[in-house]
T-cell receptor, first 114, second 111 residues
């Protein structure tokens, strides 16, 4: 079975442009997470879905960030009016339902905002 | 407020010797701890985990120790191999499932 797939792997955006990052979780994984990793830092939590329900979006840094998972499978993280400080690697992870389940990560999307 | 701390940004160990990576946390509510390994241009890969009801968990060459009173955990790799060279992240969670990560330790195994 395939792992977590993210696309694109690299994205260069001009400041003010909108971007959409895609995540295909492992088939059958109920939980899906988005993390942001700045250079030299650990991943930081952005938001969490259980099936199609967004249960926690406390980590989203501003209202320019929006995530959805309409059918409980593929998820999209959208960033509107990108700023230079949005430059980071965006990681998606999926897991089986329930706490203490291992999260499996994709390779990430590296976003560079010029 | 860094709730999970990895105070050593880097560590070099001779091949065949023991590698010890350390992690401290401040939130006593954390009840599950994980170590992830990351190679360049790849996502983090799960290595080993431990529940707060245990003080040790072992998987092959990897052992994680948890000292709840000190809010400290460590990852032991023995014997260290060149393929172990990577960045290691400590992570913690409680209640809901989101992970709180440390800043990572870059481990270099010297042949």
């Amino acid at each position: 079975g395939a792992g977590v797939s993210q696309s694109p792997r690299y994205k260069v955006a001009k400041r003010g442009q909108d971007v959409a990052l895609r995540c295909d979780p492992i088939s059958g994984h109920v939980s899906l997470f988005w993390y942001q990793q700045a250079l030299g830092q650990g991943p930081e939590f952005l938001t969490y879905f259980q099936n199609e329900a967004q249960l926690d979006k406390s980590g989203l840094p501003s209202d320019r960030f929006f995530a959805e998972r309409p059918e409980g499978s593929v998820s999209t993280l959208k960033i509107q009016r990108t700023q230079q400080e949005d430059s980071a690697v965006y990681l998606c992870a999926s897991s089986l339902a329930g706490a203490k389940n291992i999260q499996y990560f994709g390779a990430g999307t590296r976003l560079s905002v010029l | 407020d860094q709730q999970v701390k990895q105070n050593s940004p880097s560590l070099s160990v001779q091949e065949g010797r023991i590698s010890i990576l350390n992690c401290d946390y401040t939130n006593s509510m954390f009840d599950y701890f994980l170590w992830y390994k990351k190679y360049p241009a790849e996502g983090p890969t799960f290595l080993i985990s431990i529940s707060s009801i245990k003080d040790k968990n072992e998987d092959g060459r990897f052992t994680v120790f948890l000292n709840k009173s000190a809010k400290h955990l460590s990852l032991h790799i023995v014997p260290s191999q060149p393929g172990d060279s990577a960045v290691y992240f400590c992570a913690a969670s409680f209640g809901n499932e989101k992970l709180t990560f440390g800043t990572g330790t870059r481990l270099t195994i010297i042949p």
